[in-house]
Every structure is written in C-alpha cells, then in structure tokens.
C-alpha cells in the first residue's frame, strides 16, 4: 500500500514570496491533516479536512496561510506571503475516517522549508 | 487543554540494554496515546497506541508502552535496544471528549550507542 506523498521534499524562498505544497493521502482515506513541525519541537496541527470539509482550522494563520483538498483526495497548503517564522517541516497525514480520536494518523516524509 | 510533556530532550543506552523514553499526559476527558518515531528528513512512523483495555500495548518493532492513569504516563520501552534504533520519538495525545486534535510533545532523541 503506498504511503502518503508530499512535494516537493526541499523548497527554498525569500521572505515576501509565495509558495505551495501538494500532498496525496493513503487511498481511501478520508481524512487529511497539514501539520508545522518547527526545528526542536513536535508537530503542531495547521488544518484537518474530512473529505473535502475542513473540520478544523483554528491553528491556520489565515492571513498568509491557505489550503483546499477539491475532490476530498489530494490538497494543497499555500502560503502567501511567506515570512522568516515559517521555515519549518511541513508534514501532511492522513486516516482513515477521522471521525474519532482513535484514528491512528500516517505521516508523508515532509517538506522542509526554508524562507531567507 | 491537552499537553503532552517529554522531559528528557536526549536519551542514551548502550546497545543490548532496555530502553525507557518517558512521557506524560494532561486531558479532560479519557485519553487517547499515540508514539511515533521519526528518522531524519522523514516523516513520522506510527509505533504504536493506547485507546482502551490492557495497560500494556505492544507495537512495531519489539517496542512497548505501558499507560499508568494514575501517574499520567506512557512511557515507551524496549527491552534490548538496536542502534537502528536511534531517532527521534515523539508521544501525542488526544481527548476522547469531541473531535480534538492530536497534540505531540517536543520528542526526545534516542541514541544507541555499540
């Protein structure tokens, strides 16, 4: 079964300018969280959409910070315009209803992001 | 709200030894308890977790975590480590109460040394 896929896998920018991430979940799987793991610290939670729904987005920035997942498969997290702060990995998960708090959450590999 | 907290930021163990990676938990409500490990410039592989029953859960490659509600804890063992076994571990909480989110602590670097 193929896991989640991320890219790119590495972006650097300047701060000001925009980018975009693009992430394909498990097959089936309903759920999708974007994640912002800051060198030294754990993953902290951006977004979750069930199907193509946000369920949750109190922790986006939404003032530079967008996503969509059209069709409830793959999304997009975009940010625009970037700043120095948001250097980070970048983590899209996926599971397999969402619905409850026992779902268990299966990580992509990241994209690390760099902003000068 | 949710706080998972990872005291130790380093861990070191001789290869061969048991391993312990500590963590507590803070929720309202029943919690669920999740550990993943993460190797560098990858993403986080999910170990194992804890929704009910046996306080002892069994997981992927020879890990095990024991959930004591009394002290709040979960912490991760193994009981011969490999120095494959050196990376990053995370544990992560989530309320049973409502659809909340997964909070994770800081992670704490495993190192197994020959």
């Known amino acids: 079964e193929a896991g989640v896929a991320q890219s790119p896998r590495y972006k650097i920018i300047e701060k000001r300018q925009s980018v975009a991430f693009w992430c394909n979940p498990i097959?089936?799987?309903?759920?999708l969280y974007w994640y912002q793991q800051i060198l030294g610290q754990g993953p902290k939670l951006l977004i979750q959409?069930?199907?193509?729904?946000?369920?949750?987005d109190s922790q986006l920035p939404k003032d530079r910070f967008s996503a969509e997942r059209l069709k409830g498969v793959d999304s997009t997290l975009k940010i625009q315009p970037a700043k120095l702060e948001d250097s980070a990995v970048y983590l899209c998960?996926?599971?397999?209803?969402?619905?409850?708090?026992?779902?268990?959450?299966?990580f992509g590999p990241g994209t690390r992001l760099t902003v000068l | 709200a949710q706080s998972v907290a990872q005291p130790e930021d380093q861990v070191n163990v001789a290869e061969g030894n048991p391993l312990t990676v500590k963590c507590t938990y803070s929720v309202s409500g029943n919690p669920y308890l999740f550990w993943y490990v993460q190797y560098p410039n990858r993403g986080l592989q999910f170990l194992l977790k804890?929704?009910?029953?046996?306080?002892l859960v069994k997981g992927s490659y020879g890990f095990e975590a024991e959930f004591n509600k009394s002290q709040t804890s979960f912490h991760l063992k193994k009981p011969s480590a490999l120095v494959s076994d050196s990376a990053l571990y995370f544990c992560?909480?989530?309320?049973?109460?409502?659809?909340?989110?997964?909070?994770f602590g800081k992670g704490t670097r495993l190192s197994v040394i020959a």
């Open positions: 097959s089936g799987h309903a759920t």
């Open positions: 959409f069930q199907n193509n729904g946000v369920v949750d």
């Open positions: 998960a996926s599971s397999l209803v969402g619905g409850t708090s026992t779902d268990t959450q299966y």
């Open positions: 804890y929704i009910t029953g046996d306080n």
């Open positions: 992560a909480v989530r309320s049973s109460s409502g659809n909340t989110p997964l909070v």
